[in-house]
């Protein structure tokens, strides 16, 4: 059941809000997860599948927060946190990479405190990436999560984003990446 939206600001990410992004729930739960099949055929040439498998047990993962990560894209990117309008605590942050030879805004981090999710922060902080996007004159933003993070999935999806590809072993733990897109308008 979702709750009603939070009141709150998304604003410009300082380096003084680094220790409070780190200190938010990064920990998400999963009963699924994407497996991607690929086959290659000399005939057919190459067959890729992707599904949800369920799990036999909900499995708890965590999200790894980077202080480096957050403090470069401060510098060249967009670092936006969501808080109450007149409090000192964070409810979530985004990170997003600007790639202006390609003119894409990647989206590397959404993580949103556990007690303020499903209550529209993200769709908030995605909402003020895509006017960051635009004011600096990209074409299109990506999304990327691990296979194993179905609510990321399913709220990239809900987010008007659409799948675009994925690569094995892209994250520092060897995790596969998928990665969704869409285009500025």
């Given amino acids: 059941m979702a709750l009603p939206p939070l009141r709150c600001i998304v604003r410009d990410g300082v380096e003084a809000d680094t220790d409070a992004c780190l200190a938010?729930?990064?920990?998400?739960?999963?009963?699924?997860?994407?497996?991607?099949?690929?086959?290659?055929?000399?005939?057919?040439?190459?067959?890729?599948?992707?599904?949800?498998?369920?799990?036999?047990?909900?499995?708890?993962?965590?999200?790894?927060?980077?202080?480096?990560?957050?403090?470069?894209?401060?510098?060249?990117?967009?670092?936006?946190?969501?808080?109450?309008?007149?409090?000192d605590a964070l409810y979530g942050y985004l990170a997003m990479s600007n790639d202006g030879s390609r003119r894409i805004g990647l989206i590397h981090d959404i993580v949103i405190g556990r007690r303020f999710r499903r209550q529209q922060v993200a769709t908030r902080l995605v909402g003020a990436a895509r006017i960051w996007a635009r004011e600096h004159g990209l074409t299109r933003l990506m999304f990327e999560t691990s296979t194993k993070n179905i609510p990321a999935i399913t709220f990239a999806q809900q987010a008007g984003f659409t799948f675009c590809g994925f690569n094995d072993r892209y994250f520092p733990n060897q995790d596969v990446a998928v990665f969704f897109s869409q285009m500025l308008r």
């Fill in 24 to 87: 938010l729930d990064h920990r998400f739960e999963t009963e699924q997860v994407l497996q991607i099949h690929i086959h290659q055929d000399e005939a057919r040439g190459w067959e890729i599948s992707i599904s949800r498998e369920r799990l036999p047990r909900m499995l708890e993962l965590s999200f790894s927060a980077d202080r480096a990560r957050l403090l470069s894209v401060m510098r060249s990117g967009c670092f936006l946190v969501a808080a109450p309008p007149s409090a």
